[in-house]
Protein backbone atom coordinates (compact mmCIF):
# COMPACT_ATOMS: atom_id res chain seq x y z
CA UNK A 1 0.00 0.00 0.00
CA UNK A 2 1.75 4.03 -0.96
CA UNK A 3 1.84 6.36 1.18
CA UNK A 4 -1.35 7.53 -0.62
CA UNK A 5 -3.46 4.91 -0.32
CA UNK A 6 -2.70 4.56 3.97
CA UNK A 7 -3.13 8.10 4.18
CA UNK A 8 -5.31 9.86 1.58
CA UNK A 9 -6.27 12.73 3.44
CA UNK A 10 -2.89 13.92 2.98
CA UNK A 11 -3.47 14.16 -1.10
CA UNK A 12 -6.17 16.43 -0.66
CA UNK A 13 -3.47 19.61 -0.28
CA UNK A 14 -3.35 21.97 2.84
CA UNK A 15 -4.61 25.22 3.71
CA UNK A 16 -3.43 27.31 6.13
CA UNK A 17 -5.97 28.30 8.64
CA UNK A 18 -5.72 31.99 9.45
CA UNK A 19 -2.39 32.04 8.14
CA UNK A 20 -0.74 29.73 10.43
CA UNK A 21 -3.00 26.71 11.51
CA UNK A 22 -1.83 24.18 8.25
CA UNK A 23 -4.15 21.45 8.01
CA UNK A 24 -5.27 18.92 4.91
CA UNK A 25 -7.93 19.97 3.10
CA UNK A 26 -10.49 16.94 3.23
CA UNK A 27 -11.62 16.79 6.78
CA UNK A 28 -14.31 14.73 8.96
CA UNK A 29 -17.20 16.67 10.18
CA UNK A 30 -18.57 15.27 13.88
CA UNK A 31 -22.04 15.81 13.97
CA UNK A 32 -23.18 12.46 12.74
CA UNK A 33 -21.74 11.11 16.21
CA UNK A 34 -24.65 11.40 18.02
CA UNK A 35 -28.41 9.91 18.12
CA UNK A 36 -31.36 10.79 15.87
CA UNK A 37 -32.21 14.76 15.50
CA UNK A 38 -28.24 15.34 17.04
CA UNK A 39 -29.54 14.55 20.08
CA UNK A 40 -28.14 12.62 22.72
CA UNK A 41 -25.50 9.64 22.91
CA UNK A 42 -24.98 7.71 19.39
CA UNK A 43 -26.51 4.15 19.17
CA UNK A 44 -22.38 2.69 18.85
CA UNK A 45 -20.19 4.71 21.12
CA UNK A 46 -17.63 2.36 20.50
CA UNK A 47 -18.15 2.42 16.73
CA UNK A 48 -17.67 6.57 17.03
CA UNK A 49 -14.71 6.51 18.95
CA UNK A 50 -13.00 3.75 16.11
CA UNK A 51 -14.18 6.65 13.38
CA UNK A 52 -12.18 9.26 15.26
CA UNK A 53 -9.22 7.30 15.73
CA UNK A 54 -9.52 6.11 11.99
CA UNK A 55 -9.87 9.31 10.61
CA UNK A 56 -6.44 9.75 11.80
CA UNK A 57 -4.74 7.31 11.05
CA UNK A 58 -5.67 8.21 7.18
CA UNK A 59 -4.89 12.04 7.21
CA UNK A 60 -7.30 13.61 8.63
CA UNK A 61 -5.81 17.06 10.58
CA UNK A 62 -8.74 19.19 10.51
CA UNK A 63 -12.18 17.53 13.03
CA UNK A 64 -14.81 20.41 12.61
CA UNK A 65 -17.80 19.89 15.80
CA UNK A 66 -19.66 22.14 17.91
CA UNK A 67 -21.03 22.45 21.51
CA UNK A 68 -24.71 22.05 20.23
CA UNK A 69 -23.98 18.45 18.67
CA UNK A 70 -25.10 16.11 21.43
CA UNK A 71 -25.34 18.71 23.00
CA UNK A 72 -21.71 18.15 24.14
CA UNK A 73 -22.20 14.43 22.85
CA UNK A 74 -19.51 15.46 19.94
CA UNK A 75 -16.81 16.89 21.43
CA UNK A 76 -16.72 14.78 24.77
CA UNK A 77 -16.03 12.03 22.14
CA UNK A 78 -13.16 13.43 20.50
CA UNK A 79 -12.03 13.68 23.62
CA UNK A 80 -11.95 10.22 24.53
CA UNK A 81 -11.14 8.95 21.53
CA UNK A 82 -7.99 11.52 20.84
CA UNK A 83 -6.71 12.98 23.64
CA UNK A 84 -4.01 13.78 23.76
CA UNK A 85 -4.73 15.38 20.84
CA UNK A 86 -2.14 14.45 17.78
CA UNK A 87 0.18 17.85 17.57
CA UNK A 88 -0.55 18.94 14.01
CA UNK A 89 -4.46 18.24 14.93
CA UNK A 90 -6.62 21.27 14.04
CA UNK A 91 -10.15 21.33 15.77
CA UNK A 92 -12.63 23.54 15.51
CA UNK A 93 -15.41 23.95 17.32
CA UNK A 94 -18.80 26.29 17.51
CA UNK A 95 -21.04 27.94 19.87
CA UNK A 96 -24.31 29.81 19.24
CA UNK A 97 -27.01 27.41 19.37
CA UNK A 98 -29.45 26.27 21.79
CA UNK A 99 -31.57 22.93 21.79
CA UNK A 100 -34.57 22.20 22.96
CA UNK A 101 -34.67 18.61 21.87
CA UNK A 102 -34.50 16.11 18.48
CA UNK A 103 -33.97 18.40 15.66
CA UNK A 104 -34.53 21.03 17.90
CA UNK A 105 -32.24 24.70 16.89
CA UNK A 106 -32.39 28.56 18.60
CA UNK A 107 -29.88 30.79 17.99
CA UNK A 108 -28.81 32.49 21.02
CA UNK A 109 -25.46 35.10 20.83
CA UNK A 110 -25.99 36.91 23.88
CA UNK A 111 -22.10 37.50 24.96
CA UNK A 112 -22.62 35.70 28.33
CA UNK A 113 -24.04 32.69 26.57
CA UNK A 114 -21.31 32.84 24.44
CA UNK A 115 -18.72 32.45 26.95
CA UNK A 116 -20.61 30.24 28.82
CA UNK A 117 -20.37 27.55 26.19
CA UNK A 118 -16.59 28.81 25.24
CA UNK A 119 -15.65 27.71 28.82
CA UNK A 120 -17.95 24.55 28.07
CA UNK A 121 -16.21 23.83 24.87
CA UNK A 122 -12.95 24.29 26.72
CA UNK A 123 -13.55 21.71 29.48
CA UNK A 124 -14.99 19.10 27.53
CA UNK A 125 -12.59 19.33 25.28
CA UNK A 126 -9.67 19.14 27.36
CA UNK A 127 -7.79 22.17 25.91
CA UNK A 128 -6.97 25.56 26.81
CA UNK A 129 -7.64 27.34 23.62
CA UNK A 130 -9.81 26.06 21.31
CA UNK A 131 -8.13 26.59 17.88
CA UNK A 132 -11.01 27.59 15.73
CA UNK A 133 -14.10 28.85 17.14
CA UNK A 134 -17.15 29.55 14.92
CA UNK A 135 -20.35 31.50 15.62
CA UNK A 136 -22.73 28.95 14.59
CA UNK A 137 -25.51 31.76 13.51
CA UNK A 138 -25.82 35.41 14.04
CA UNK A 139 -28.50 35.97 17.13
CA UNK A 140 -30.92 38.77 15.03
CA UNK A 141 -31.77 39.79 18.26
CA UNK A 142 -27.96 40.88 19.12
CA UNK A 143 -26.42 43.34 18.01
CA UNK A 144 -23.28 41.95 15.59
CA UNK A 145 -20.92 43.65 17.40
CA UNK A 146 -21.54 42.38 20.64
CA UNK A 147 -21.49 38.64 19.49
CA UNK A 148 -18.13 39.22 18.06
CA UNK A 149 -16.93 41.70 20.30
CA UNK A 150 -16.92 38.88 22.81
CA UNK A 151 -15.28 36.23 21.17
CA UNK A 152 -12.90 38.81 20.14
CA UNK A 153 -12.40 39.15 24.02
CA UNK A 154 -12.42 35.22 24.71
CA UNK A 155 -9.32 35.40 22.06
CA UNK A 156 -7.58 38.16 23.78
CA UNK A 157 -7.77 36.15 27.04
CA UNK A 158 -6.15 33.51 25.28
CA UNK A 159 -9.24 30.90 24.94
CA UNK A 160 -9.54 30.99 20.81
CA UNK A 161 -6.86 31.40 18.65
CA UNK A 162 -8.87 32.17 15.59
CA UNK A 163 -12.58 33.13 14.99
CA UNK A 164 -15.10 31.80 12.24
CA UNK A 165 -18.44 32.63 11.46
CA UNK A 166 -21.17 29.51 9.92
CA UNK A 167 -24.21 30.43 7.46
CA UNK A 168 -23.67 34.09 6.64
CA UNK A 169 -24.12 36.34 4.06
CA UNK A 170 -20.93 38.09 2.27
CA UNK A 171 -22.04 41.89 3.73
CA UNK A 172 -22.29 40.10 7.53
CA UNK A 173 -18.96 38.92 6.86
CA UNK A 174 -17.60 42.44 6.13
CA UNK A 175 -19.29 43.83 8.66
CA UNK A 176 -17.69 41.37 11.09
CA UNK A 177 -14.05 41.63 9.96
CA UNK A 178 -14.65 45.36 11.04
CA UNK A 179 -15.28 43.92 14.36
CA UNK A 180 -12.20 40.88 14.75
CA UNK A 181 -10.27 39.24 12.47
CA UNK A 182 -12.22 36.51 10.82
CA UNK A 183 -10.41 33.76 9.16
CA UNK A 184 -13.32 31.17 8.04
CA UNK A 185 -16.62 30.81 6.87
CA UNK A 186 -18.77 27.39 7.37
CA UNK A 187 -21.91 27.87 4.65
CA UNK A 188 -24.34 24.97 3.21
CA UNK A 189 -22.44 24.20 -0.33
CA UNK A 190 -22.23 21.19 -2.48
CA UNK A 191 -22.62 20.02 -5.77
CA UNK A 192 -26.35 20.17 -6.08
CA UNK A 193 -26.64 23.69 -4.15
CA UNK A 194 -24.44 26.25 -4.86
CA UNK A 195 -26.46 28.84 -3.07
CA UNK A 196 -23.34 30.53 -1.59
CA UNK A 197 -21.12 30.77 -4.31
CA UNK A 198 -20.78 34.53 -3.22
CA UNK A 199 -19.97 33.84 -0.05
CA UNK A 200 -17.04 30.82 -1.61
CA UNK A 201 -15.71 33.77 -4.30
CA UNK A 202 -15.46 36.27 -1.63
CA UNK A 203 -13.76 33.68 0.89
CA UNK A 204 -11.63 33.19 -2.09
CA UNK A 205 -10.52 36.36 -2.63
CA UNK A 206 -9.50 36.96 1.27
CA UNK A 207 -7.48 33.42 1.50
CA UNK A 208 -10.74 32.52 4.18
CA UNK A 209 -11.17 29.02 4.86
CA UNK A 210 -14.23 27.95 3.14
CA UNK A 211 -15.85 24.88 5.01
CA UNK A 212 -18.74 23.33 3.06
CA UNK A 213 -21.30 21.79 5.29
CA UNK A 214 -23.64 18.97 3.99
CA UNK A 215 -20.95 18.68 1.49
CA UNK A 216 -22.12 15.61 -0.65
CA UNK A 217 -25.58 15.60 -0.84
CA UNK A 218 -25.69 13.13 -2.81
CA UNK A 219 -28.86 11.58 -2.22
CA UNK A 220 -30.49 12.92 -5.27
CA UNK A 221 -27.78 12.92 -7.54
CA UNK A 222 -27.32 9.24 -7.29
CA UNK A 223 -30.00 7.60 -7.27
CA UNK A 224 -30.62 5.28 -10.09
CA UNK A 225 -31.08 7.06 -13.62
CA UNK A 226 -29.55 10.36 -11.73
CA UNK A 227 -26.90 13.00 -12.76
CA UNK A 228 -24.41 10.92 -11.37
CA UNK A 229 -25.27 8.04 -12.23
CA UNK A 230 -23.87 7.66 -16.02
CA UNK A 231 -20.25 9.43 -14.40
CA UNK A 232 -20.04 6.58 -11.31
CA UNK A 233 -18.75 4.45 -13.87
CA UNK A 234 -16.71 6.61 -16.31
CA UNK A 235 -14.46 7.98 -13.44
CA UNK A 236 -14.04 4.71 -11.19
CA UNK A 237 -15.40 6.33 -7.64
CA UNK A 238 -18.42 6.59 -6.40
CA UNK A 239 -20.76 9.50 -6.24
CA UNK A 240 -19.82 10.55 -2.82
CA UNK A 241 -15.66 10.54 -3.73
CA UNK A 242 -16.91 12.54 -7.14
CA UNK A 243 -18.92 15.12 -4.99
CA UNK A 244 -15.97 15.55 -2.67
CA UNK A 245 -13.19 15.83 -5.65
CA UNK A 246 -15.31 18.48 -7.14
CA UNK A 247 -15.31 20.11 -4.02
CA UNK A 248 -11.64 20.03 -3.56
CA UNK A 249 -11.15 21.00 -7.28
CA UNK A 250 -13.49 23.90 -6.60
CA UNK A 251 -11.21 26.09 -5.07
CA UNK A 252 -7.86 26.06 -3.25
CA UNK A 253 -9.75 27.53 0.03
CA UNK A 254 -12.45 24.67 0.41
CA UNK A 255 -12.39 22.35 3.52
CA UNK A 256 -14.65 19.85 2.54
CA UNK A 257 -15.67 17.90 6.53
CA UNK A 258 -17.64 14.92 5.53
CA UNK A 259 -19.33 13.44 8.38
CA UNK A 260 -19.89 9.72 9.08
CA UNK A 261 -20.50 7.54 11.89
CA UNK A 262 -19.23 4.31 10.20
CA UNK A 263 -15.52 3.33 9.27
CA UNK A 264 -16.08 1.79 6.25
CA UNK A 265 -17.83 5.04 5.07
CA UNK A 266 -15.31 7.13 6.45
CA UNK A 267 -12.47 5.35 4.43
CA UNK A 268 -14.34 5.88 1.33
CA UNK A 269 -15.42 9.59 1.91
CA UNK A 270 -11.28 10.25 2.54
CA UNK A 271 -10.56 7.96 -0.69
CA UNK A 272 -12.20 10.93 -2.64
CA UNK A 273 -8.62 12.82 -2.41
CA UNK A 274 -7.57 10.47 -4.47
CA UNK A 275 -10.26 10.98 -7.28
CA UNK A 276 -8.23 13.72 -9.65
CA UNK A 277 -10.46 15.07 -12.04
CA UNK A 278 -9.35 17.10 -15.18
CA UNK A 279 -10.55 20.37 -16.27
CA UNK A 280 -13.07 18.30 -18.60
CA UNK A 281 -14.16 16.02 -15.78
CA UNK A 282 -14.95 18.91 -13.45
CA UNK A 283 -17.08 20.92 -15.74
CA UNK A 284 -19.02 18.29 -16.60
CA UNK A 285 -19.91 16.94 -13.14
CA UNK A 286 -20.92 20.55 -12.43
CA UNK A 287 -22.90 21.09 -15.08
CA UNK A 288 -24.61 17.38 -14.68
CA UNK A 289 -25.17 18.27 -10.99
CA UNK A 290 -27.45 21.05 -12.41
CA UNK A 291 -29.48 19.65 -14.81
CA UNK A 292 -32.83 18.96 -13.29
Excluded: C
Excluded at 201 to 210: H, K, V
Amino acid sequence: MSQQEHRPADASGSFRIGGDLPVNRLGYGAMQLTGPGVWGPPKDPAEAVRVLRRAVELGVTFIDTADSYGPFVSEQLIHEALHPYPADLVIATKGGFTRSGPDGWQPVGRPEYLRQQTELSLRHLGVERIDLYQLHRIDPKVPLADQIGELRLLQQEGKIRHIGLSEVTVPQIVEARTIADIVSVQNLYNLADRSAEDVLDYAERENLGFIPWFPMATGRLAREGGPLDALVKTYGASPSQLALAWLLRRSPVVLPIPGTSRVAHLEENLRAALVTLDDTAYQELGDTALEP
